[in-house]
């Protein structure tokens, strides 16, 4: 009666599970926890993969919203058009992004979500602040990852040190790419993490060009500017955040350039 | 009994073909739309019966889609459970009858709203007070609609709940191989069984031997209550007694005069399952399963013959058993 085929489909049922609960999965640590070997891992996330519940990478995957192909998000809920609208979001930022650029990607869950797709660019160098995305950019892309405080080799050492003055003298940053909370009334560009607040403040001021992500206007009683509106290229706002923003952004003298299913894009017409 | 049922699955609009035997392939006449989809219908004829039940599907937002919902609300069904979208249309199925009351289909649901169901349409709070899944094997028509489906499983079997299970074959979906797969997944949760005399031998161990067997072999896996749907013949009952050993009851159907059979299996399974869970006598389910099924194959439209208590009731006393 039980069909053999019907471990196959359990298996996939249980990886989809897996990859929705953990955002990323490793056929090694799969092939572990399913008893199964890493062929058979990777025929599952192969076929997940054109199911659209992930993209694979070299050593595993990362889930992507099996929804986020097929429909817009006018009438589900929320928290579904939200998985959409950040793939969106950072796929809009791939257009920016030629070979060889060298760009700062700022920490936070947009930009990871950015990762993934980078593989489709070549010789790039990626300065980043964040180990744990660091680590993910290595799985996607053969991209030379700079870390503040080290820079990221093979089996994921940090080899020596990088101040941020010395990144700022070594490299010319084509691209910033940063993931805003919010833009305030003074325009100035609010990020959520206090941290990284002088970090940016000077990377805005040393890069080419500046993108920055803003996926819902957060509410925040402290607020860390980073710069001012002016000072950046491109936003590109989630739709939830464009009721918020298009005005703002208009007097500002952004113009909506390009429109998708999730987001929206504005450059800045004076430049910087 | 306190319970509150769920299904899950297509929901979509049916056209007759005006005549028997007439093709797709050339110009003909057909009656609709109707509300269709082997879950709708179900959960259709739970809510006739007074019980309360929530649908989970997907539509497109056109005059299909609202013809469907607006049915569904109007017999009592839960439709908070069912998505509008605009991205793609209402599911439809093209029907025509060929001699011998066998069917031709057209399906067109893997492509259309209801094949958008997945994951995130089965919303965890609607679920709360549900005590019993039915599924329909027709629903399992892709590898996201079965994660869908196993979403609502999980749920409702951790908090001790039931599942009743239809495997409700269809020749045009046998080249899915997921739905096969996903069989006997399904079959490993199942507590009520209600395959149809002909899909017996697809649950068969061995090609020889007898629906009892086969039978006996699934309860002693774990399944609890099986009922072969044999239409007009009436269905047998299988259970485990007290002892352990296998119980078996007849109970005779209706012959009426056949006008469209689509949805009376649907029907059939509604009304033993909810009874049973209501706690009726096996017997007095089965023979209220039976009218509920002949009340459906003498009404056209696939969801136009479920019934309530009390037509049901008035059929039985106007009708003797053959």
Known sequence: ?272 | MEFKICTVGELLVEFLAKESNQRFDQTGEFIGPYPSGAPAIFADQVAKLGFPVIFFSCVGKDSFGKMCINRLKKDGVIIDGITSHSMANTGSAFVSYQDHSDRDFIFNIPNSACGLLSFNHIDEKLLKDCTHLHVMGSSLYSFRAIDAMRKALDIIKNKGGTISFDPNLRKEMFNIQEMEQSFGYIMEYTDIFLPSENEVCYFAQNNDESEQQTMSTLLNNGIKHIVVKGGAKGANYYGLDEQKSLKMIHVDGFNVNPVDPTGAGDCFGATFVSLLLAGYPVETALQFANVSGALAVSKQGPMEGTSSLVEIKQFLSQHTTV
């Open chain 1, 1 to 272: 009666m039980a069909k053999a085929s019907s471990a196959l489909l359990k298996r996939r049922l249980d990886i989809a599970k897996i990859v929705r609960q953990n955002g990323e999965v490793k056929v090694d640590e799969l092939s572990d926890q399913l008893k199964v070997s890493h062929v058979t891992i990777r025929q599952d996330l192969t076929y997940l993969e054109q199911q659209g519940y992930l993209k694979r990478s070299f050593g595993g995957a990362i889930y992507i919203s099996p929804e986020g192909q097929v429909h817009n998000s006018a009438t589900i809920n929320s928290s579904q058009t939200k998985g959409n609208s950040d793939i969106d979001l950072a796929k809009a930022c791939l257009s920016y992004i030629n070979d060889g650029d060298t760009i700062f990607l700022g920490h936070g869950f947009l930009t990871r979500k950015l990762i993934p797709f980078l593989h489709k660019k070549k010789s790039l160098r990626i300065i980043m602040n964040d180990l744990r995305n660091a680590q993910l950019v290595r799985e996607f892309s053969d991209a030379e990852v700079i870390l503040i405080g080290g820079v990221l080799c093979e089996g994921n050492i940090i080899k020596s040190c990088n101040d941020l003055i010395s990144i700022r003298n070594n490299y010319a940053i084509s691209h910033f790419i940063i993931e805003l909370a919010a833009i305030d009334e003074n325009n100035d560009l609010i990020i959520e993490n206090s941290e990284q607040k002088e970090t940016y403040q000077q990377i805005l001021k040393n890069s080419k060009h500046t993108i920055g992500l803003l996926l819902e206007r957060s509410l925040l009683t402290d607020n860390h500017s980073i710069g001012k509106l002016k000072h950046i290229d491109v936003t590109i706002l989630s739709k939830a955040a464009v009721t918020e923003y298009h005005h703002q952004l208009l007097n500002c003298n952004f113009k909506q350039i390009a429109i998708n299913k999730y987001c929206m894009t504005y450059h800045n017409l004076l430049g910087t």
